[in-house]
């Protein structure tokens, strides 16, 4: 991370493989914050809990749900989330329950409370069931954009304070 983010919000979406929801999350967040011309306020990144899927790209179903909506993901790669990326975002920001206990483990805990599911901040709190195994991409995207404008809104009123 440059200096030039230093006085940004930093995000980091995290699921199982880093090749399906986190990556929807990374850049669909990324793009609704490009639309509303805050893309330099944010530092956004995913991560996976495991080493499944280290190096590999973004799934190709999810890669064409993006496309759909007119959003590259062009050149993303699978990381491992690392205990040390607890002192570098300020929001981590996990998909469904099983990833934020293992997003704890990892990180050692989370003492700062720097540690979220996504949907819980919307309107309806649940967890975002992996399309890997459900093949539902649809649901998936619907469902990560519906936390994406959450959270958004969540930042926005925490800004207006």
Same mark, same amino acid.
């Given at each position: ?11 980091? #979406?995290?699921?199982l ?8 999350a990374?850049?669909i ?8 011309g805050?893309?330099?306020d #944010?530092y956004?990144?995913?991560a996976?809990t495991?080493t499944e899927e ?8 999810a890669?064409?749900?993006?496309q ?11 990381v ?8 570098k975002?300020?929001?981590?920001l ?6 934020i206990?293992n ?12 540690v979220?599911?996504?949907?819980d #901040?919307?309107?309806?709190?649940r ?26 809104? #969540?930042?926005?009123?925490r800004?207006?304070?």
């Amino acid at each position: 991370m440059t200096k030039q983010y230093q006085n940004s919000i930093k995000v980091l #979406f995290v699921c199982l493989g880093n090749i399906c929801r986190s990556p929807l999350a990374e850049y669909i967040f990324r793009d609704m914050v490009t639309k509303q011309g805050r893309g330099a306020d #944010f530092y956004i990144a995913s991560a996976a809990t495991s080493t499944e899927e280290i190096g590999n790209p973004v799934y190709p179903p999810a890669r064409r749900k993006l496309q759909e909506h007119g959003i590259s993901c062009d050149g993303k790669r699978a990381v491992q989330l690392k205990k040390s990326d607890y002192g570098k975002y300020d929001y981590l920001l996990g998909m469904e329950e099983r990833n934020i206990i293992n997003m704890k483990r990892i990180l050692g805990g989370d003492p700062d409370g720097k540690v979220f599911r996504l949907l819980d #901040f919307s309107d309806r709190p649940r967890n975002i069931s992996d399309p890997w195994y459900t093949g539902d991409f649809d649901t998936a995207y619907e469902d990560i954009r519906e936390g994406c404008e959450a959270f958004l809104d #969540f930042l926005n009123e925490r800004k207006e304070r």
